[in-house]
């Protein structure tokens, strides 16, 4: 499968970005020893009086390094001494995101015990329910069952939801709509989770979103940055050469001869961009422009 949009590939390299924890170089014993997991180094420097919330150039602190690397001990002995739960390094992240955004279960159980903030947002508006939808289905049921917010947005209007479509795997969509997530939630180009996932090939997410209530005749908004406006789910599916999001799409009732703000309707994006296959079953289905 080859994505040519610009906004799933940002959003997906941005996410591999934001979710890698910075380990820069610390002058701070205490900070590099919790970052090789030296578990018996950081009790004697803890014992010899260095600060618990100390932190590398970055502002990640021990408990972040630890909680990233999902070290339980090392975890459990910073919060024995101290370690504040809900510091945030310079990108507005916490130790819970890092351990949330790799799945961290274990991890993510005790820092919330010991009072960890779900609801807490980064420099961007990500939570760590956002950051675990990419793929940790588990870590999103923890994250929902202690009061992460499933309607939060990003500052670019992406949900949980989202997050959760641009994953290899459709369990966090199911999770998220059962908790009430709004299939219909927009960014702020007015894309759903199931453009999304049209985009992706993902028929499991896109039957079960459109089960969920998601309108499959949804449109972007006019001022759209990066194509024309109005562009709707069977666009999106045309255009990336998804044949398998085409017929399921028409199945659940697309409009195959909707047409965005430059006129162009899913069977002129599938002549130009999605081969000769996606083009028939738009024809059969009835496309006329």
Same mark, same amino acid.
């Given at each position: 499968?080859?994505?040519?949009?610009?906004?799933?590939w940002t959003s997906?390299?941005?996410?591999v970005?934001?979710?890698?924890?910075?380990?820069?170089?610390?002058?701070?014993?205490?900070?590099?020893?919790?970052?090789?997991?030296?578990?018996?180094?950081?009790?004697?420097?803890?014992?010899?009086?260095?600060?618990?919330?100390s932190?590398?150039?970055?502002?990640?602190?021990?408990?972040?390094?630890?909680?990233?690397?999902g070290n339980?001990?090392?975890?459990q002995?910073?919060?024995d001494?101290g370690?504040?739960?809900?510091?945030?390094n310079d990108?507005?992240?916490?130790?819970?995101?890092?351990?949330?955004?790799?799945?961290?279960?274990s991890?993510?159980?005790?820092?919330?015990?010991?009072?960890?903030?779900p609801?807490?947002?980064?420099?961007?508006?990500?939570?760590?329910?956002?950051?675990?939808?990419?793929?940790?289905? /588990?870590?999103?049921?923890?994250?929902?069952?202690?009061?992460?917010?499933?309607?939060?947005?990003?500052?670019d209007?992406?949900?949980?939801?989202?997050?959760?479509?641009?994953?290899?795997?459709?369990?966090g969509? /199911?999770v998220?709509?059962?908790?009430?997530?709004?299939?219909?939630?927009?960014?702020n180009e007015?894309?759903?989770?199931?453009m999304?996932?049209?985009? /992706?090939?993902?028929?499991?997410?896109i039957?079960?979103?459109?089960?969920?209530?998601a309108?499959?005749n949804? /449109?972007?908004?006019?001022?759209a940055f990066?194509?024309?406006?109005?562009?709707t789910?069977?666009?999106?599916?045309?255009?990336?050469?998804?044949?398998?999001?085409?017929?399921?799409?028409?199945?659940?009732?697309?409009?195959v001869n909707a047409?965005?703000?430059?006129?162009?309707?899913?069977?002129?994006?599938?002549?130009?961009?999605?081969?000769?296959?996606?083009v028939?079953?738009?024809?059969?289905?009835?496309?006329n422009?």
């Amino acid at each position: 499968m080859t994505l040519n949009t610009p906004l799933l590939w940002t959003s997906i390299i941005l996410f591999v970005s934001l979710t890698s924890c910075d380990r820069a170089e610390s002058d701070d014993p205490l900070v590099a020893a919790a970052d090789r997991g030296d578990v018996r180094e950081v009790t004697a420097l803890l014992n010899r009086g260095y600060d618990v919330n100390s932190r590398n150039p970055a502002g990640n602190t021990a408990l972040v390094l630890a909680a990233s690397r999902g070290n339980d001990s090392l975890v459990q002995l910073l919060l024995d001494r101290g370690a504040k739960l809900n510091l945030k390094n310079d990108g507005g992240r916490t130790a819970l995101m890092f351990a949330a955004s790799d799945g961290r279960d274990s991890v993510v159980v005790n820092l919330l015990d010991r009072g960890a903030d779900p609801k807490l947002a980064d420099n961007d508006g990500r939570t760590a329910l956002m950051f675990a939808a990419y793929g940790h289905s /588990k870590t999103v049921e923890i994250l929902i069952t202690r009061g992460a917010d499933v309607h939060a947005k990003a500052g670019d209007g992406m949900t949980a939801l989202m997050w959760a479509a641009t994953s290899p795997d459709p369990a966090g969509v /199911k999770v998220l709509l059962a908790a009430g997530a709004n299939p219909n939630a927009t960014d702020n180009e007015g894309e759903t989770a199931l453009m999304i996932a049209a985009m /992706k090939g993902d028929t499991e997410s896109i039957n079960a979103l459109i089960a969920g209530g998601a309108d499959v005749n949804a /449109k972007t908004v006019d001022s759209a940055f990066y194509r024309p406006g109005r562009w709707t789910a069977l666009m999106s599916a045309a255009s990336e050469g998804q044949p398998d999001s085409v017929r399921a799409l028409l199945a659940k009732g697309a409009d195959v001869n909707a047409t965005n703000l430059a006129g162009e309707s899913a069977l002129t994006i599938a002549k130009r961009d999605g081969g000769t296959d996606i083009v028939e079953l738009l024809r059969k289905a009835g496309a006329n422009r």
